[in-house]
């Protein structure tokens, strides 16, 4: 597994990162199986794994935090987040205040079994909820050890434009796959002003393959009604990257993150995993980049 440095931090993480969220952590999804998928990736050098407060109606920090267990954290870069939390009954609510994000992060490193936070991020906040208390308070994470690099995860790129002028924020999250070619300028600026970059949807959520095509089990249908449900627009141009999964030297998921890490300044790739087979392929991506040829493909499908 190669790795990337994460910004201005001093904190290397290996270019494809682990997040646990969504099904994997939802108590539904069998505890052995969700665990065992974490210590594969740790046994293939996945040094970032990603969670959140309301992550799997907040079953997934700790149980992430049962996964690492007995395990050497020391160079792990763990990240999480904060500002929104599970309110019940499949609700998410949020609360940007300072107080909460605090509480939020000091609960987390509870959750997580860990003494420090390598990455806490703000979960969706607006430009304007960065302002002096919100970045003082953040700061004072990391004064307290709570936190050793501070970031926030957006899809809004007016919210990461504003991020990127604030020197308190170390790492930005943006939506970046072969659907999302517009984020790259954005991109650029982020890293040219320190801040490390995490690709969060590089799989652009299997919009480039056909819907029905993935159906095996009830995680399945489960991502495939959301997709219906809030995703239609992805869907309808993922047709256009079909040939991704018709390459004869790597599937399409692996071409789909060759894509996101032939950006050099973008530290790692976030994806999630519910299948053994899948993880596996998917980190046989690392250090495998795309042929001119079918860069050249990609770009055409983009325009």
């Keep these: 597994m190669q790795c990337r440095p994460l910004g201005r931090t ?21 505890e052995r199986t969700a665990l065992g998928l974490v210590h594969e990736a740790l046994d293939r050098g996945v040094t970032l794994f990603d969670t959140g407060a309301s992550y799997s109606a907040g079953e997934a920090e700790p149980r992430l935090g049962r996964a690492l267990r007995g395990r050497d954290t020391s160079n792990l870069v763990i990240a999480t987040k904060a500002g929104t939390y599970h309110a019940g009954r499949g609700r998410i609510a949020r609360d940007m205040s300072p107080t909460a994000v605090v509480a939020s ?7 997580l079994g860990l003494q420090t936070l390598g990455l806490l991020q703000l979960h969706g906040p607006a430009a304007q909820e960065l302002d002096d208390a919100m970045l003082a308070a953040l700061e004072g994470l990391k004064a307290r050890g709570i936190a050793r690099a501070i970031g926030l995860n957006s899809f809004d790129p007016a919210v990461i434009e504003h991020a990127i002028g604030q020197p308190a924020i170390d790492v930005v999250m943006v939506d970046y796959n072969v659907l999302r070619p517009e984020r790259e300028p954005l991109i650029a600026r982020a890293a040219a002003a320190g801040k490390g970059v995490l690709a969060g949807m590089p799989l652009a959520m299997g919009h480039t393959r056909p819907l029905l095509s993935r159906l095996r089990g009830p995680q399945d249908l489960w991502y495939a009604a959301r997709a219906v449900a809030k995703h239609r627009d ?28 032939a950006n050099p300044v973008v530290s790692a790739a976030v994806f999630g995993a519910t299948r053994m087979e899948h993880l596996r392929e998917n980190l046989a991506a690392s250090g495998r980049p795309l042929s001119d040829a079918v860069m050249a493909q990609v770009r055409a499908a983009q325009s």
């Excluded at 001093?10 to 999804?29: D, H, I």
């Design 10 to 30: 001093g904190l290397s993480v290996s270019e494809l990162g682990f997040g646990c969220a969504s099904w994997w952590g939802k108590p539904r999804f069998d």
């Design 105 to 111: 992060a000091e609960r987390s490193v509870r959750n």
């Design 234 to 261: 992805e869907l309808a141009r993922g047709r256009r990257f079909r040939f991704l999964h018709r390459l004869p030297d790597m599937t399409g998921s692996q071409a789909a993150l060759a894509y996101v890490l």
